[in-house]
């Protein structure tokens, strides 16, 4: 209750900061342009290739970036210190790397929501408002109903454990099934490590027969 509280105020405060840095760069606060990432932070970010730097039961994984400097702040900001804007200048670091690897294919949007209870507690669904940036660029729809996280899952830091941890935390709504049909799922995460939530999702879809899938990430570890 008093977290709910606390989160409460920090996200209304953080509304006011919002307002007034409104033109100011989030990583170094410049106000020369008004961007949220300004040119020279932007400079910063690396994007990775164009290839799948990974293949998974036959499903591509790509990465725009890799996970440091200013898109590892620019994450921070959005998870940990409430910075909601920062989820502009991510989809649009997604949205640059993904021109590069778009098929003319029907796309539609699913990603791992945070567990109810996390984003009671956070105020908000921090992937939810990268997808919702992402799709406002690509006109792609998002499927918010298709894939449910039922369960907690602790961070895990070490790599052998992050696939047992993730096992069973996520479920399949069947009656959203049809509103998918003949599109390309693209599934889209903030950061790979292990690729262990990416991966108990893809095996879930797959035991549905839901095998057009691509995922995509900002970054990787
Ligand atoms: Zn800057």
Redesign the pocket.
Known sequence: MFLNIKNKIINILNLFLDLIYNKK??????AKTDEL??K???KDIHYLSNYAHKIFNNIPFYSATLYEGNIKKLIHKLKFNHRKQAAIPLAQILFKYFKNIKQEKDYIIIYPSSYFLKSAQRGYDHMYLIVKEFSKLTNFEINKKLIKKIKYTKPQYKAKNRHKNIKNSFKINEKEIKNIKNKTILLIDDITTSGATLEEIINLLLKYNINEIICLTIAKT
Do not use: K
Not at 25 to 30: P, V
């Open positions: 760069c989030l990583i170094c606060s410049c990432l300004c020279n932070c932007a």
